[in-house]
């Protein structure tokens, strides 16, 4: 049973940093690329980064690009998200989200897997 | 920025059938993904490339995408039905992974 389990959430300032983990069973992590989405409180779905099963492709929403910065470690079955310079706006919670397809290249695919998600709150 | 635009909300009464719109620039030459997400819940993936629809979940729930609008259809409505939808795609031209605004599915 394919399982992400997102972790490091919390309350943090303005200006902060945090590190969320996403622990991932189930399937080879090392063949699927992964993303993370986020959901502010009583908003949609917003894309935050994407990275390929080799960490050669690497992408960010323009909200978040110079931040954030998407990591994994495959040999820990982990994927990484560390945000510097936390506002207000990047409340929300934060999801890891699986690739549908196997392999490297661009995010064309569906998510086919989500995690329950781990809440960020920005505040002084 | 490539845009999906999704009505806010849609009504439907139990065992009729529900469309959800997702509106783009030629959307019909992008692949669509469809997600269900219920209160306090992660998003669940009910439609793939268009009209594909993963195991377990059930036929009535369907896609098509072409010209300017996809459409996720969901018939014979039932109760456990209402949720949020979302659309999403990927834009080749801003490399970003792009959501609708999402449309909430009230069940009269």
């Known amino acids: 049973e394919v399982q992400l389990v997102e972790s490091g959430g919390g309350l943090v300032q303005p200006g902060g940093s945090l590190r969320l983990s996403c622990a991932a069973s189930g399937f080879t992590f090392s063949t699927y690329s992964l993303n993370w989405v986020r959901q502010a409180p009583g908003k949609g779905l917003e894309w935050v980064s994407y990275?390929?099963?080799?960490?050669?492709?690497?992408y960010y929403a323009d909200s978040v690009k110079g931040r954030f910065t998407i990591s994994r470690d495959n040999a820990m079955n982990s994927l990484y998200l560390q945000m510097n310079g936390l506002r207000a706006e990047d409340t929300a919670v934060y999801y890891c989200a699986r690739e549908g397809r196997i392999g490297d290249g661009d995010p064309t695919s569906q998510k086919d897997f989500w995690g329950q998600g781990t809440l960020v709150t920005v505040s002084s | 920025s490539y845009v999906l635009t999704q009505p806010p909300s849609v009504s439907v009464a139990p065992g009729k059938t529900a469309r959800i719109t997702c509106g783009g620039n030629?959307?019909?030459?992008?692949?669509v993904h469809w997600y269900q997400q219920k209160p306090g819940q992660a998003p669940v993936l009910v439609i793939y490339y268009d009209s594909d629809r993963p195991s377990g979940i059930p036929e009535r729930f369907s896609g098509s995408n072409s010209g300017n609008t996809a459409t996720l259809t969901i018939s014979r409505v039932e109760a456990g039905d209402e949720a949020d939808y979302h659309c999403?795609?990927?834009?080749?031209?801003?490399?970003?992974?792009?959501f609708g605004g999402g449309t909430k599915l009230t069940v009269l």
């Open positions: 030629n959307i019909g030459s992008k692949s």
């Open positions: 999403q795609v990927w834009d080749s031209s801003s490399d970003h992974v792009v």
């Open positions: 990275i390929s099963s080799s960490s050669g492709t690497i």
